[in-house]
């Protein structure tokens, strides 16, 4: 079964959005898991290999592979899934037991943006970058790449 196409100005831009998303989540991950050798999170790993994956799709779609949809898509996909897991299950489900589920979201997007500013405002410029798009940029590029790529399958 044939998937419905995009327009090729669509799958370019789609492409260069995730490719761009993928090498910026490479990046931050460097940049995450170098200081933390001893013992890198599992985590980073599984988002690297997603990463890898992504990649592979954007190569694949210049070498005109008839899945390359599919990686792109199963790969934001997994990467957004396992964004919320961790972003809920790390910064927001211990904070419902004294107050609201848009205060905790809001207080760990606080944190996090105190996070960034302050590593920024310390110099460690590189680290804040990181945080910024580990936290925020990527997830937000990887969603609208998702909807990009699911978008033609919506309509018959």
């Known amino acids: 079964m044939e998937l419905?196409?995009?327009s090729n100005q669509s799958r370019r831009n789609t492409?260069?959005?995730?490719?761009?998303?993928?090498?910026?989540?490479?990046?931050a991950l460097l940049l995450r898991i170098q200081p933390s050798l001893g013992s890198?999170?599992?985590?980073?790993?599984?988002?690297?290999?997603?990463?890898?994956?992504?990649?592979?799709?954007?190569?694949?779609?210049?070498?005109?592979?008839?899945?390359w949809r599919a990686l792109l898509l199963v790969a934001s996909a997994l990467y957004l899934a396992l964004y919320f897991l961790r972003f809920f299950g790390r910064f927001v489900w211990w904070q419902l037991e004294?107050?609201?589920?848009?205060?905790?979201?809001?207080?760990t997007l606080e944190l996090e943006g105190r996070l960034a500013s302050k590593q920024i405002a310390e110099?460690?410029?590189?680290?804040g970058m990181s945080t910024v798009s580990f936290e925020?940029?990527?997830?937000?590029?990887?969603?609208v790449v998702l909807m990009m790529l699911a978008w033609p399958l919506t309509r018959r």
């Open 40 to 67: 890198p999170a599992p985590y980073y790993f599984i988002d690297l290999f997603l990463a890898l994956i992504g990649i592979l799709g954007c190569i694949g779609h210049l070498l005109l592979w008839r899945y």
């Open 98 to 107: 004294y107050s609201s589920l848009p205060v905790a979201i809001w207080n």
């Open 136 to 143: 925020w940029l990527v997830p937000m590029m990887q969603l």
């Open 123 to 127: 110099g460690w410029v590189l680290a």
């Open 4 to 6: 419905p196409s995009l």
């Open 15 to 27: 492409v260069i959005l995730a490719f761009g998303s993928w090498v910026l989540l490479l990046t």
